[in-house]
Each structure stands twice: as C-alpha cells, then as structure tokens.
C-alpha cells in the first residue's frame, strides 16, 4: 500500500508539473526519464545505511526519491522527493562555494588543494604523503580546512556564514538534524585527530575543535531531494539561482567548483563515475547525491543505502540512467 501511494503521489506530480514543461521537448523527456528511472530502481535492495553513525543507520532503507530542476526553473519530481536526510559530505560542494567568494579559487587551490587522493574519504595518510596539505575540497581534511579559513570574528559568526550560505543556495531555511549531530559529535575522533594534523602543519585558520564542530553542524543538515536538486540548479545555471532569481555565486567559479568535483565528488569511485557518465557528482554518506548538467539541470536524489564507496547506490543508477536516456554526458555524441 506504501508503495501504491508513493507511486499514485508521484504521478500527481508529474501530472500537474508537465503542462509547465510542455512547450519544451527536452524538459518533458528529462522528467519522463527521471519517472522511469524512479519506476525501475525503487525495488533495488543492493547497499546498506552508513552503520558507523548511528543516526544513520536507522533512517529507512526504503526511502527513495528523485527531483529535477532546470535552469529556467522548471522542476520535476518522484517517490519520497520530500524525505529529510542529513546532506552530509554534499554540503562540502557550497562551502566551497562560499570560501571561493571569500578568498577566491587561488586561495582554494594553494591553501586547500585540488588534488585527488586516491584514499579514503577519512584518510590520515593522505595527508602526511602530501606533507600536510589536505589535498582536496571533497575529502574531509579539506572540508574542515575549508571551513577554517572563512573570514569570521568566532566559532558563532563562522556557522551563521555557513548555514546562510546553504539556506540561499536551497531558497528556504535548511534545519539541523540534531539527533545526527548528536550521533556525529559522540563519534568524531577521526575527524579531530585529522584536524589537529593539519593544525600542526599550518593548515588551519581557526583551532581544531572550532574547525571539527562546525564542519559537523554543516553535515548535520536536513536536505531533501528537492532542495538538493534546487541548490545543484544554481551551479547548473552559472550561481543565478533559477527559483528566487537571485545572485548567490559568481559565475566564474563554477567551473573550478565543478572540475574538482569530477576527481573527488564520489568518493573512491569518481573516476569510474565520470568515466561513465562525464557528469559532476557529490555524494554524501547520508544519501543525498547531486549531479550537475551544466547549463541544463540539477538532479537531486535521496537513498540511505551505500557502496562500498560510500555513495546511494540507487542514487548513481537513476542518475546515470536519466543522463543515458537523455544523452546528457557533453562528451558523447549528440543523437
């Protein structure tokens, strides 16, 4: 019966969503595709929930949801598109973002770096083989390096910046999932001893706790499917935002923002995803995923159940679908 609803509501969107999408061939196979992709993968029971953080580990394995947003604005949406996860790893994407408009892509490249590993997403080796340098945005040495040298007056004025920043790029206010930030603080060793690595070799602009406490405020947000796919559309769409029409990013950015997303968005798995697909992803360990067509769209999918690699295995079958369906990869041949 669950799922008879889910479906039942899915279609209602698509529904009222496709006469919007009529006068445009293109955006109503996109949504077509994304219903199918919807369709053929909810059963698919392959991956489990992150169990190392136990707030995660209890989320619904079955939740599933699919949204699409067009640069013009246009959005379509499947299954549980209105699910909350925490965005975890995804939010990395618009800290980055916001370091960029603070201190600009040089600064990032020099400071944080924008070299893939070739390690785990944790890695404490990484950084003593790069001697010190955290190597790259998408990593967590480098998210919490990124998220140290926002120019701020404290810890308090650092989170504002920061929750702010991801508020104008969902277009609402995000809230925190306490019950996994609680669940990440009880467990963040790792993620402080890197911090304090880094510390030792100059590569943090605020303490260590301060630095790991925020970074894991950052993780802790609720996002859904739709809100994921609304803050890729502004990548998408060159940091106008397609919803409020606001200015949030310097265009310019974008495409350093989107390059380093190519070698470290998903993990251990980034190059064989870009080898399939040539698009952009992020993925988190709470199940968001967000794949950015340039210029075209934002997809934005949720699904707990991870790879090996850490990344919704639901999420990179029905976004590489759609992007099949539809020959969204700019490196194929245009049919």
Not at 122 to 133: D, K, T
Not at 188 to 205: H, Q, V
Not at 224 to 252: E, F, Q, R, W
Not at 288 to 301: D, R
């Amino acid at each position: 019966m669950h799922q008879q609803f889910l479906l039942f509501s899915s279609l209602l969107i698509f529904l009222f969503t496709a006469p919007s999408f009529a006068s445009q061939r293109e955006d109503n196979q996109v949504c077509a595709a994304a219903q199918e992709a919807y369709l053929k993968f909810r059963g698919l029971n392959s991956g489990n929930n992150a169990a190392y953080i136990k707030a995660l580990e209890s989320v619904d394995p079955k939740t599933f949801g699919i949204s699409v947003v067009t640069t013009d604005g246009r959005v379509c949406e499947f299954g549980d598109y209105d699910a909350p996860v925490s965005i975890q790893s995804v939010s990395k994407v618009f800290t980055l973002a916001l370091l960029m408009k603070d201190k600009g892509p040089d600064f990032v490249e020099e400071t944080i770096g924008v070299q893939p590993t070739g390690m785990p997403f944790n890695s404490v080796l990484a950084i003593e083989n790069q001697q010190g340098s955290p190597s790259n945005p998408y990593v967590n040495a480098g998210a919490i390096s990124t998220v140290s040298w926002l120019t701020t007056q404290n810890e308090i004025d650092r989170w504002k910046m920061i929750k702010g920043n991801l508020d104008n790029f969902a277009g609402k206010k995000l809230k925190i999932n306490n019950d996994v930030l609680q669940s990440e603080m009880e467990d963040n060793k790792r993620n402080l001893g890197i911090a304090f690595l880094l510390d030792s070799y100059g590569r943090l602009g605020t303490s260590p706790l301060d630095a790991v406490t925020t970074y894991t405020k950052q993780c802790s947000v609720n996002v859904t499917a739709h809100d994921l796919a609304v803050m890729g559309s502004v990548l998408a769409n060159y940091g106008s935002h397609p919803l409020t029409h606001k200015k949030i990013l310097n265009g310019d950015y974008v495409p350093n923002i989107l390059s380093s997303m190519v070698m470290s968005g998903v993990y251990d798995n980034s190059g064989s995803w870009f080898y399939e697909t040539g698009v952009p992803a992020k993925s988190g360990v709470g199940g968001g995923f967000i794949a950015i067509i340039p210029g075209k769209m934002a997809i934005g999918v949720v699904s707990p159940p991870l790879d090996e690699f850490g990344n919704s295995v639901r999420a990179q079958r029905a976004v590489s679908y759609i992007v099949n369906e539809m020959n969204l990869n700019p490196y194929a041949k245009q049919k």
